[in-house]
Every structure is written in C-alpha cells, then in structure tokens.
C-alpha cells in the first residue's frame, strides 16, 4: 500500500531532523514526493495519519532552521561559547570578528 511507503518516509524524516541529519533530508524529500504522487485512492484514515504527521514534521523543520540560524548568528559574532561533543566532554568555541571559528 501506498500510503504505508509515505509514513515509513515521513518517520524517518522525523528521526532526521531529530537527529540533525541534514544530508539524509534531501534523499527523504524526493522519495516523500514520488511516494505522494503515488497516493490517490488511499484510504481517508491513512490520508489522516499522513496529515498529521507531516504537520508535526513541518514544525521540527521549523525548529531546526531557527537552530541553524541561531548557531550561525551566534557563530558570526566575536567572542567565545562552550559547546559538548559526542562524550558530554565540554569545549570552548572561539570566535574572531571574521567569524571564523575554531575550537580551542
């Protein structure tokens, strides 16, 4: 069934904008869009399901971009900030008024 492809697509799109799994996005947003061109005459119940999730991936991919630009702002402006690596072991960031960045 159709409709089975799109919610397994739209779960894993889910898992990447949780993940911030940017590369994997653009893959996903091609498959979504063939899986809903091949959509018509699902049933009402799945076309709902599919609804309301993708209304709640909208708003993950809202909030990833407010966090992309965040960073990048933060990034672009002189001074320094403490971030943590994949261990919980925190590190300084520091800013030049290029807005490079190195850690340090």
Not at 3 to 10: F, T, W
């Amino acid at each position: 069934m159709h409709s089975e492809r799109l919610i397994d697509l739209l779960e894993q799109t889910r898992r990447a904008l949780l993940e911030g799994d940017f590369d994997a996005l653009e893959v996903l947003a091609q498959e979504t869009g063939a899986a809903i061109d091949a959509l018509p005459g699902e049933d009402t119940e799945s076309l709902d399901l599919i609804r309301a999730m993708a209304d709640a991936n909208v708003g993950l991919f809202e909030a990833a971009a407010r966090g992309v630009a965040a960073a990048k702002g933060r990034l672009s402006r002189p001074g320094s900030f403490s971030t943590y690596d994949s261990r919980g072991q925190r590190g300084r960031v520091q800013s030049d008024e290029a807005g490079r960045s190195r850690r340090i």
